[in-house]
């Protein structure tokens, strides 16, 4: 089982960046596809960005495209998601996990994910 730890949250000002990190423990997680997600307070979770292990294609929910690019270092076991041109919206509770309910395709679901992390909050201030 991979344990998976986020990092990197801040407070920065609109128009400025992070970059967050997610770092797993125990095991390689080279062969497993993962993603990023964020919850603001009083609001669901929400899919931010996907990386596939196999094809290395991403994706991103149409919020943050041109803004936001995951990538992964597997000699690491780290994962990363740069967050450009931040704007209050941004703010979130942001959180990494495993795709582990596999069905032949990518997925945006928190019910597809599994092996959470304990999230790391990014504010963004005017």
């Known amino acids: 089982q991979v344990q998976l730890v986020e990092s990197g949250g801040g407070l920065v000002q609109a128009g400025g960046s992070l970059r967050l990190s997610c770092a797993a423990s125990?095991?390689?997680?080279?062969?497993?596809?993962l993603g990023w997600f964020r919850q603001a307070p009083g609001k669901e979770r929400e899919f931010v960005a996907y990386?596939?292990?196999?094809?290395?294609?991403?994706h991103y929910a149409d919020s943050v495209k041109g803004r936001f690019t995951i990538s992964r270092d597997n000699a690491q076991n780290t994962m990363y998601l740069q967050m450009n041109s931040l704007e209050p919206e941004d703010t979130a509770v942001y959180y990494c996990a495993i795709h582990i309910r596999w069905n032949s395709r990518w997925s945006t679901d928190p019910g597809d994910f599994g092996s959470w992390g304990q999230g790391t909050q990014v504010t963004v201030s005017l």
């Open positions: 990386i596939g292990w196999s094809t290395g294609t991403t």
């Open positions: 125990g095991r390689t997680f080279g062969s497993y596809a």
